[in-house]
């Protein structure tokens, strides 16, 4: 099943859609209120300019309407100079226009400007330009009483178009450094707001690694019912755990009793001339003694590397299993050589260690001539611990098959065929490499593999 992405990518993603949309439309807003603005001032300026006309218009003796007189503006004199003006006489059938129109005549629509009040629009103007015109009609007195004039005033919109353009180009570097400053504001929002959960794993590590066996309270507040349910769940794996493991034990412990009781009638029986229903029952005794024994010991096995009590030193539990064998016939015929440091930590539950080395160690005991070596091999955060003895050694298309549950390759030697299988499953357990094989001077050589030992 394919991995989601990451909160962070999803971030970054979300970051790098929405932040340059919103900086976007925040700079269309800018220069479409900028656009606004020029054109607020226009207007305003269009205005003063009309009434500036309505003030200086004149008429002749005759009563014509005459140009105004006053106006300093360059543009209105200048042929296409973006400012020009008309005055319209509708009586009279006469009009007046400054020198900048020349031949070109402004037209705007008719019909709202009868009732005194200016509006603006955008026309056509001379040389294809577009022009924001501002009409309104004014009643001014003349000669042969008051007239009502139309008076005109336009202004080229390309300067405000260019305003505008140059105002948008203007707000561009800063909207994209803007743009990169909270994608990286948001990045850093993300990886500051994100780092409880490194320290939750980080706690939940140190509990995986038996260095604490609770999440504490140095998370944020937001994370307190994580926690609280995490430390439930740890406490309640613990328990199940321990009464499983007592359970197991009640029940292989209840098995061993009605055992001896069968091994003992199977004795009674053979006295009494039943031989071969005795020796039924004794193979009977014996297959379900040696799942007795087993099943002892998988129950103080842990299930998982995770779920041991506390790590074990190597040095220290050898050393129990070496004084607890030499104490035995073949350990004390036994030459023992014992090169480990004083002491070495290793991620593995004592428990589960002491069963994996003294496993080993017996076997080597069991099969030894005059010599059992135990050494060990440290190097870059690894330890390689080797039991060898000089025995017959195993044929070595049997060596495969030594670690299968219950296989005894010779009858002849009491045992129950369980150490090198329970080593096996110890090892699978914590993932540890197992390598078993035959020495060439004579023997057998076992090596485990321990990863992330502390010396």
């Not at 503006?73 to 059938?93: C, H, K, M, S």
């Not at 020198?99 to 005194?116: M, N």
């Not at 220290?316 to 016939?329: E, F, N, P, S, Y």
Request: charged letters at 25%; hydrophobic letters at 45%.
């Amino acid at each position: 099943m394919r991995r989601p992405l990451s909160i962070r990518a999803r971030f970054l993603i979300v970051s790098l859609a929405s932040v340059p949309l919103a900086l976007v439309l925040a700079a269309l807003f800018m220069i479409s209120l900028f656009t606004s603005n020029l054109e607020r001032r226009l207007d305003a300026e269009l205005g003063g300019l009309v009434g500036t006309l309505a003030g200086a218009v004149g008429f002749g003796p005759d009563g014509a309407l005459s140009p105004p007189a006053g106006l300093f503006d360059r543009r209105f004199v200048t042929p296409y100079g973006g400012l020009y003006w008309q005055i319209e006489d509708a009586a009279a059938g006469t009009q007046v226009r400054s020198e900048s129109l020349w031949d070109f005549t402004l037209s705007v629509p008719p019909e709202r400007d009868r009732d005194g009040s200016a509006h603006t629009y955008e026309i056509g103007g001379p040389d294809a330009a577009r022009l924001t015109a501002q009409v309104r009609q004014v009643s001014v007195p003349s000669p042969t009483g008051p007239r009502a004039l139309r008076i005109i005033v336009a202004a080229d919109r390309a300067p405000l178009v260019e305003a505008s353009r140059g105002f948008a180009w203007d707000i561009v570097p800063y909207i994209v450094g803007l743009a990169a400053f909270l994608i990286a504001a948001s990045l850093l929002q993300l990886t500051y707001g994100l780092k409880p959960l490194s320290t939750l794993a980080s706690a939940l590590d140190r509990i995986r690694e038996r260095r604490g066996e609770k999440l504490d309270r140095g998370l944020p507040q937001e994370f307190e019912p994580v926690e609280i349910a995490v430390n439930r769940l740890l406490d309640s794996q613990r328990q199940a755990i321990a009464r499983a493991r007592a359970r197991a034990g009640d029940l292989a412990h209840g098995l061993k009793t009605p055992l001896t009781v069968l091994a003992n009638d199977a004795l009674v029986l053979r006295e009494r001339g039943q031989g071969e229903i005795a020796d039924e029952i004794e193979h009977l005794v014996k297959v379900m003694r040696t799942h007795t024994d087993r099943e002892l010991v998988r129950a103080r096995i842990v299930s998982s590397a995770e779920l041991r009590q506390s790590d074990g030193d190597l040095a220290a539990i050898v050393g129990q299993v070496v004084r607890t064998l030499k104490r035995t016939a073949a350990g004390e015929a036994a030459e023992w050589i014992v090169d480990l440091p004083d002491r070495v930590v290793l991620p593995v539950d004592p428990h589960d260690l002491r069963e994996l080395t003294g496993n080993i160690v017996e076997n080597a005991v069991k099969w030894t001539r005059t010599r059992v070596a135990i050494r060990w091999v440290f190097a870059s955060g690894t330890v390689m611990l080797v039991v060898e003895d000089d025995g017959p050694g195993v044929d070595p298309a049997k060596i495969s098959t030594m670690t299968d549950r219950g296989t005894r390759h010779d009858e002849r030697t009491p045992g129950t065929g369980l150490g090198l299988s329970i080593v096996r499953e110890i090892c699978d357990v914590y993932s540890l490499p197992l390598a078993i094989e035959n020495r060439e001077s004579g023997g057998l050589r076992v090596a485990v593999e321990f990863p992330s030992a502390t010396a």
